[in-house]
């Protein structure tokens, strides 16, 4: 497929992927269609700060905005807000929509995202249970966030723990139930796993770890939550946030390959050389980690994926990507990630925890593979210069906090 | 509302309005000023926001903040006068305020 054939593209998923595609093909230069196709009310908008900033109210709708909503028809993007996408029919490129519209591409962006998981417990539909993944999500929840307000929130990854904290600083009573021995299992070490549970602790959130849930309890509305051990803790709201899962099914529907995700090669090409998949719903090979398919969750991959999409179908400079990075705003802490910790076989500190400042660097044999920085943004720039460009620092040199991390960075090899 | 001009490192100028209170990155962003990236949507985690702050208004935007200074550290191209534009707040005082913009921010 030659890129002067591409004269309409369709994106389904109108989130960060989806929006920053169709902005990335205008500015590449694409004079053709691009229809944006979307399943929430409003333009593609940032999802990260909803259990941050959003959250507490520190900032509105219009401030997550990734561009205002008249950039769209300025810039020729037809935007289908509220639009479902159905049914693909690849022979003849074609997507039907909800209602039974039918759009031609000659080149189909899948941005579809993830859904939050439900709980798979009785009582998981009860007024007061929450699920956290959109703007509309989060607005249902904020009028209920008051001062002690007892909050149960199930899951302690980070948007629970980042949920926990807003809670914690507007003044509810929290409690975290996770049904690992610590929070943040998939995540991160158990190291800084154990400093984040600390924080919380020493600011108030209560934690049933190794918790199960049995059933929300509730006859109007949600009461409490019971665990298998037979105790109850009584609740006002509960906050789910115990994971997502890729919403692929129009992929599978129309038979592309899925594995985890929509599988793709490294343009983000599916098993239709016509059909490009992006962002959460997509896994793909990861060239700093030798080529290991991963799906990532992340403002990071949403936004590489519509940068390569846009360099291929535009027939621009083919993108280098950049090492994944991702963040966490916990309280007054900044945790910067970056680099894949999985398959670490040591963890070196540098910086103490007891400093609320320190970063937490992973290797793999004597390559470095990722950093958990804490209020550390010199840690995490520079390690994740490093593993972008495949060099690594001696673990010993970390521990010489007389050095600074550019120094170090600069004498990497 | 306070108007702030971008310029490109090849000299093309943006005049844009930067409601007060946002950041002079997010008016850029919104306005689609190419060269701004902001991929983290002003979370300082990225540097994808560099700009250089016209001399004669550096009095007025005030200071790099420390963690800003950590992560200009490891951008390209950085002066004196470099800021990341997430972390400057638009006032009234910023009205006319010049922005320019650096060759690369990756």
Known sequence: MSTGEIRRVIIIGAGQAGGETAQRLRQGGFEGEITLIGEEPAAPYQRPPLS???????????????????????????LLTKTRAVWIDRANRKVRVEGGRELPYDALVLATGAKPRKLPLVGADLEGVYLFRTAADVDRVREKFVSSAKLIVIGAGYIGLEVAAVARQLGLNVTVIETAVRPLARVTSPEVAGFFLDEHTRQG??????????????????????????SELPADLVIAGIGVTPDIAIAEQCGLTVNNGIVTDRQCRTSDPNIFAIGDCAARPMVHYEGRIVRLESVHNAVEGAKIVAATLTGGKEHTEEAPWFWSDQYDLKLQIAGLFHGYDRVVFRGVMADRAFAAFYYKGDKLIAVDAVNRPAEYLGAKMLIQTGRTLLPNLLEDMSRPMKELVASAR | MPKITYIESNGKEHV??????????????????????????????????????DPEWLS???????????????????????????QIKVSAELDGLVVRLPKSQH
């Open chain 1, 52 to 78: 941050k900033a959003y959250l507490k109210g520190d900032l509105d709708i219009d401030r997550l905005m990734l561009r205002p909503a008249s950039m769209y028809a300025e810039e020729r993007i037809a």
């Open chain 1, 205 to 230: 959130v209560r934690f049933v770890l190794g918790g199960q849930p049995a059933l929300i309890k509730g006859s109007d509305r949600v009461a409490g939550v019971a665990l298998t051990d037979g």
């Open chain 2, 60 to 86: 007025k935007t005030g200071e790099q903040n420390s963690m800003e200074q950590s992560m200009l550290d490891f951008a390209n191209d950085v002066e004196d006068n470099s800021r990341l534009s997430c």
């Open chain 2, 16 to 53: 844009v309005d930067a409601p007060v209170g946002q950041t002079v990155m997010e008016a850029a962003v919104k306005h689609a000023v190419p060269g701004i990236d902001a991929d983290c949507g002003g979370a300082c985690a990225c540097a994808t926001c560099h700009v250089y702050v």
